[in-house]
């Protein structure tokens, strides 16, 4: 602790170092040096006065330590009365002893701290950054890095203050204390000033940062000062430390290269494996269950996920369909999203792809596939497997595949024995998994949303948002919610959509390769003056990460919604030795196999092609441009140690229904599964533009549904009409995309708060009120919304059961509605105020 706080106070304070070592203070002389160092303290510099003050707690012996400690304490007790010096000779003198009362003396040194004296603050700062102030209770470490981070950001105090206080940030206020220094430090980095620029790339290094301020640092060496020679001090003991990491990775390779000829060791670690396999087979209640490759699988899984919650074992199966499902977003077939109706349980296409050609030739949302050519996709047992159905309707591009296709409203017997003129032929052709959905709101704001990175997820969102601009786009909502990631290369893209060239996106290290940094290589496509907010819940990762967090460190524009996930590290799908993929003639030199092209070497002799399996390992982090990490950190019990992920600028909660409102939407649908389908399905017969307008937005307004009245008292349910509304412009919803030849997004303006507060956030850049435009008039929530709930029967509520306060809500409901209620309504009104009564 003494080398590491004497050689800050010299870098910090220029306090020539001391001519001789500290004399052995005297049992008896311990209160008189006190004193008279505190009477001298008046007439010397701030250095001077921490000089002093080491010198006497260091030159303490044992047998006057106590002493020495107790003469402290009580001098301590009546600081109040002295100079700001004296208060600071006492508490340097506290921390050098070693031994001190660490609330007291941080209490003491924040109070000093905002004194106000630029030169007395410095001296404060650089003893706030003893390690040993980590020891403080939870309570008070919280004060003392409130007080540090108000003073780094405080724009009135002097730079080298701020700066210094931003090392003490650093050292004391965790991972978040971390990305707040930082951020102080690179705005000064950043600045116009040679001289501040200056002061950051030295604090930047003395917080271990060489990468960030090297080019700075560089220019510093070359000074013939005092500061030159630090700034080449520091790069010289990078370099050191770079070539000691080499050495130790050739040491470890070395050591490598010489176990592989095969030693007692492993020949044994293989029998400990053959043991237990047979150990599992012989005595497991479940051994009868897992063959022997299986249980090989499991156990190569549980060695990678043993390192890192992100490292695992991809049997060739999985890494196919991660391939394919994650990586590629590309495949021959129809184009469609497919699965078995869970009502009917027939095959049914529950979204064509817009751009594939199953669209294109006619089909719709809820149609079924009841045959594939001469192929029924039903069988004795009710629908073929999944799986079966799709690879039947995959193939190569430019083939034909004819279904057959069954329409509510047909006669059922249709199902087993379809006709011809229900068959459709389609031209399969290459299909791109679109990963871009988007749609622009009133008041030109383009909402834009990334499901995931794939290779071509930056081209689409390019697309969509110049489609966006020539419709009059005025700013941009990118919605990374539920994105849980993709391809590193893609977010640097996507990130440059927004930001011009040369910008610094992410840099990955690791503890093999060299550090890498990732920068934008082309002018922004989005107008650097054009605003933009950028949404993230709590199931955004990896590269949403990147993208926020770096638009955020760069001040593009603000994040809304919840802490992001916090997955900060880089995983590669690592081939296995000895367990290659299959071979085939690649037909369209995408350097992929597809099912139809022919193998040329099939290592197994199944017919299909295999990849072999993949180890998908973590090896690097990532940092974003502030070289803050996003990575959330897990101790050896699994509890958070660092929350990490992205922080939002705006945090706003998503929706919450009640409960009992979700059981009764389930109920609903469930029980009258067929009831609001069929009534959009008969509104959609009436009158299809306006049911088109009104998926959009139909301003809240349950009247504007034709016969919604007798509609809604039809279903004898207790949600309210705006529930039932909420669930009537769903349907429409999903049935106005196939209409538009368009998905929209996840997010809806009209019932999402998270969107709400975004476009807030958005037109207030603009200098546009939301309330002058009326659809967002009509149907944003009020702000203060949670304040307005706090009511009588929410107060009651909280004292009640779950299910007391369940009837009560239904109870609410029913009175709310203000509409004569039927006899059943009635009935479920008694039920339930005589339940709450009782309880």
Same mark, same amino acid.
């Given at each position: 602790?003494?080398?590491?706080?004497?050689?800050?106070?010299?870098?910090?304070?220029?306090?020539?170092?001391?001519?001789?070592?500290?004399?052995?203070?005297?049992?008896?002389?311990?209160?008189?040096?006190?004193?008279?160092?505190?009477?001298?303290?008046?007439? %010397?510099?701030?250095?001077?006065?921490?000089?002093?003050?080491?010198?006497?707690?260091?030159?303490?012996?044992?047998?006057?330590?106590?002493?020495?400690?107790?003469?402290?304490?009580?001098?301590?007790?009546?600081?109040?009365?002295?100079?700001?010096?004296? %208060?600071?000779?006492?508490?340097?003198?506290?921390?050098?002893?070693?031994?001190?009362?660490?609330?007291?003396?941080?209490?003491?040194?924040?109070?000093?701290?905002?004194?106000?004296?630029?030169?007395?603050?410095?001296?404060?700062?650089?003893?706030?950054?003893?390690?040993?102030?980590?020891?403080?209770?939870?309570?008070?470490?919280?004060?003392?890095?409130?007080?540090?981070? +108000?003073?780094?950001?405080?724009?009135?105090?002097?730079?080298?203050?701020?700066?210094?206080?931003?090392?003490?940030?650093?050292?004391?206020?965790?991972?978040?204390?971390?990305?707040?220094?930082?951020?102080?430090?690179? !705005?000064?980095?950043?600045?116009?000033?040679?001289?501040?620029?200056?002061?950051?790339?030295?604090?930047?290094?003395?917080?271990?940062?060489?990468?960030? @301020?090297?080019?700075?640092?560089? *220019?510093?060496?070359?000074?013939?000062?005092?500061?030159?020679?630090?700034?080449?001090?520091?790069?010289?003991?990078?370099?050191?430390?770079?070539?000691?990491?080499?050495?130790?990775?050739?040491?470890?390779?070395?050591?490598?290269?010489?176990?592989? /000829?095969?030693?007692?060791?492993?020949?044994?670690?293989?029998?400990?494996?053959?043991?237990?396999?047979?150990?599992?087979?012989?005595?497991?209640?479940?051994?009868?269950?897992?063959?022997?490759?299986?249980?090989?699988?499991?156990?190569?899984?549980?060695?990678?996920?043993?390192?890192?919650?992100?490292?695992?074992?991809?049997?060739?199966?999985?890494?196919?369909?991660?391939?394919?499902?994650?990586?590629?977003?590309?495949?021959?077939?129809?184009?469609?999203?497919?699965?078995?109706?869970?009502?009917?349980?027939?095959?049914?296409? &529950?979204? @064509?792809?817009?751009?594939?050609?199953?669209?294109?030739?006619?089909?719709?949302?809820?149609?079924?596939?009841?045959?594939?050519?001469?192929?029924?996709?039903?069988?004795?047992?009710?629908?073929?497997?999944?799986?079966?159905?799709?690879?039947?309707?995959?193939?190569?591009?430019? &083939?034909?595949?004819?279904?057959?296709?069954?329409?509510?409203?047909?006669?059922?017997?249709?199902?087993?024995?379809?006709?011809?003129?229900?068959?459709?032929?389609?031209?399969?052709?290459?299909?791109?998994?679109?990963?871009?959905?988007?749609?622009?709101?009133?008041?030109?704001?383009?909402?834009?949303?990334?499901?995931?990175?794939?290779?071509?997820?930056?081209?689409?969102?390019?697309?969509?948002?110049?489609?966006?601009?020539?419709?009059?786009?005025?700013?941009?909502?990118?919605?990374?919610?539920?994105?849980?990631?993709?391809?590193?290369?893609?977010?640097?893209?996507?990130?440059?959509?927004?930001?011009?060239?040369?910008?610094?996106?992410?840099?990955?290290?690791?503890?093999?390769?060299?550090?890498?940094?990732?920068?934008?290589?082309?002018?922004?496509?989005?107008?650097?003056?054009?605003?933009?907010?950028?949404?993230?819940?709590?199931?955004?990762?990896?590269?949403?990460?990147?993208?926020?967090?770096?638009?955020?460190?760069?001040?593009?524009?603000?994040?809304?919604?919840?802490? #992001?996930?916090?997955?900060?590290?880089?995983?590669?799908?690592?081939?296995?030795?000895?367990?290659?993929?299959?071979?085939?003639?690649?037909?369209?030199?995408?350097?992929?196999?597809?099912?139809?092209?022919?193998?040329?070497?099939?290592?197994?002799?199944?017919?299909?092609?295999?990849?072999?399996?993949?180890?998908?390992?973590?090896?690097?982090?990532?940092?974003?441009? #502030?070289?803050?990490?996003?990575?959330?950190?897990?101790?050896?019990?699994?509890?958070?140690?660092?929350?990490?992920?992205?922080?939002?600028?705006?945090?706003?909660?998503?929706?919450?229904?009640?409960?009992?409102?979700?059981?009764? =939407?389930?109920?609903?649908?469930?029980?009258?599964?067929?009831?609001?389908?069929?009534?959009?399905?008969?509104?959609?017969?009436?009158?299809?533009?306006? =049911?088109?307008?009104?998926?959009?937005?139909?301003?809240?307004?349950?009247?504007?549904?034709?016969?919604?009245?007798?509609?809604?008292?039809?279903? /004898?349910?207790?949600?309210?009409?705006?529930?039932?509304?909420?669930?009537?412009?769903?349907?429409?919803?999903?049935?106005?995309?196939?209409?538009?030849? +368009?998905?929209? @997004?996840?997010?809806?303006?009209?019932?999402?708060?998270?969107?709400?507060?975004?476009?807030?956030?958005?037109?207030?850049?603009?200098?546009?009120?939301?309330?002058?435009?009326?659809?967002?008039?009509?149907?944003?929530?009020?702000? !203060?919304?949670?304040?307005?709930?706090?009511?009588? #029967?929410?107060?009651?509520?909280?004292?009640?059961?779950?299910?007391?306060?369940?009837?009560?809500?239904?109870?609410?409901?029913?009175?709310?509605?203000? *509409?004569?209620?039927?006899?059943?309504?009635?009935?479920?009104?008694?039920?339930?105020?005589?339940?709450?009564?009782?309880?």
């Amino acid at each position: 602790m003494l080398l590491s706080f004497t050689l800050t106070l010299a870098l910090s304070l220029s306090s020539p170092a001391a001519a001789a070592g500290p004399a052995p203070i005297l049992h008896q002389d311990a209160g008189a040096l006190l004193d008279q160092g505190l009477s001298a303290g008046r007439d %010397q510099s701030v250095a001077e006065v921490l000089e002093a003050a080491v010198r006497l707690a260091t030159g303490t012996g044992a047998d006057s330590a106590a002493a020495f400690r107790g003469a402290l304490e009580q001098r301590l007790k009546q600081a109040d009365a002295l100079p700001p010096k004296a %208060q600071l000779f006492l508490c340097c003198a506290s921390v050098q002893s070693g031994e001190f009362d660490r609330g007291t003396v941080a209490r003491r040194l924040v109070k000093l701290l905002s004194g106000g004296d630029e030169e007395l603050g410095r001296g404060v700062a650089v003893l706030l950054q003893d390690t040993t102030f980590r020891e403080l209770k939870d309570k008070e470490q919280d004060e003392l890095v409130k007080a540090l981070q +108000a003073a780094a950001a405080n724009g009135d105090l002097a730079p080298a203050l701020r700066l210094e206080t931003a090392v003490a940030l650093h050292v004391q206020g965790g991972a978040d204390g971390q990305r707040a220094a930082r951020r102080e430090m690179m !705005d000064f980095l950043a600045s116009s000033d040679p001289g501040m620029r200056a002061q950051a790339a030295l604090t930047l290094a003395r917080v271990g940062d060489m990468e960030t @301020p090297r080019a700075e640092l560089e *220019k510093l060496a070359r000074l013939p000062n005092a500061t030159g020679a630090l700034a080449c001090a520091y790069m010289k003991q990078e370099d050191l430390r770079r070539l000691y990491d080499a050495r130790l990775r050739k040491l470890q390779k070395d050591k490598a290269e010489e176990a592989a /000829g095969g030693s007692v060791a492993a020949k044994e670690d293989l029998k400990r494996i053959e043991r237990m396999i047979q150990l599992i087979g012989d005595r497991s209640l479940e051994g009868d269950k897992h063959d022997r490759e299986q249980l090989i699988d499991a156990a190569l899984d549980g060695m990678l996920s043993s390192l890192d919650e992100h490292s695992s074992y991809l049997t060739p199966k999985a890494y196919q369909r991660f391939e394919q499902d994650l990586l590629s977003a590309e495949y021959g077939g129809i184009g469609a999203y497919v699965g078995e109706d869970p009502d009917d349980h027939l095959f049914t296409i &529950t979204r @064509p792809i817009y751009s594939g050609p199953a669209y294109k030739a006619g089909l719709h949302s809820d149609d079924k596939i009841v045959r594939i050519d001469d192929w029924p996709t039903l069988g004795p047992d009710g629908t073929k497997p999944t799986d079966e159905i799709i690879k039947r309707l995959k193939g190569k591009p430019g &083939t034909t595949v004819k279904i057959y296709v069954w329409r509510r409203g047909m006669d059922a017997a249709l199902i087993d024995r379809p006709t011809e003129d229900m068959a459709i032929t389609i031209t399969r052709a290459q299909i791109e998994i679109p990963p871009v959905s988007g749609q622009l709101l009133p008041g030109g704001i383009a909402l834009v949303q990334l499901d995931h990175f794939s290779n071509v997820a930056s081209s689409l969102l390019q697309k969509k948002l110049g489609e966006f601009k020539q419709q009059g786009m005025r700013g941009v909502i990118l919605d990374l919610r539920n994105d849980s990631g993709g391809l590193l290369e893609e977010a640097v893209r996507v990130a440059n959509l927004f930001l011009p060239k040369g910008q610094l996106i992410v840099t990955t290290e690791g503890r093999v390769e060299e550090p890498e940094r990732k920068e934008t290589q082309r002018p922004s496509f989005v107008p650097m003056d054009m605003p933009i907010a950028v949404l993230v819940n709590r199931f955004s990762a990896s590269a949403s990460e990147i993208v926020s967090g770096a638009l955020q460190d760069l001040k593009r524009g603000p994040i809304v919604g919840q802490r #992001s996930f916090g997955k900060g590290s880089v995983q590669q799908l690592l081939a296995i030795n000895g367990e290659p993929d299959d071979k085939f003639d690649d037909e369209n030199g995408n350097g992929r196999h597809d099912t139809w092209e022919k193998l040329t070497k099939d290592w197994n002799g199944n017919g299909e092609f295999d990849y072999g399996p993949r180890a998908r390992m973590t090896i690097a982090r990532y940092l974003l441009p #502030s070289r803050r990490s996003i990575h959330r950190e897990l101790g050896e019990d699994g509890k958070v140690l660092e929350e990490g992920g992205v922080e939002p600028d705006v945090k706003v909660a998503p929706r919450r229904w009640d409960a009992w409102k979700l059981e009764e =939407m389930y109920k609903l649908q469930k029980e009258q599964s067929r009831k609001i389908p069929d009534y959009v399905e008969k509104l959609y017969a009436q009158d299809k533009k306006r =049911m088109n307008e009104l998926a959009v937005c139909d301003l809240d307004d349950s009247n504007a549904y034709p016969g919604f009245e007798d509609f809604y008292n039809s279903l /004898g349910t207790v949600l309210a009409p705006q529930d039932v509304r909420f669930l009537v412009r769903r349907e429409a919803r999903r049935k106005a995309q196939d209409d538009r030849g +368009a998905a929209f @997004p996840d997010g809806d303006f009209q019932e999402d708060p998270q969107l709400q507060e975004a476009i807030r956030v958005v037109l207030k850049e603009l200098g546009t009120a939301p309330d002058s435009i009326p659809e967002f008039a009509r149907t944003f929530e009020p702000l !203060d919304k949670d304040k307005q709930n706090d009511t009588p #029967s929410k107060i009651l509520a909280s004292n009640l059961s779950d299910t007391a306060r369940t009837d009560l809500r239904t109870a609410m409901t029913l009175i709310k509605n203000g *509409k004569p209620l039927t006899e059943k309504q009635l009935q479920e009104l008694e039920r339930a105020l005589s339940n709450v009564l009782d309880k």
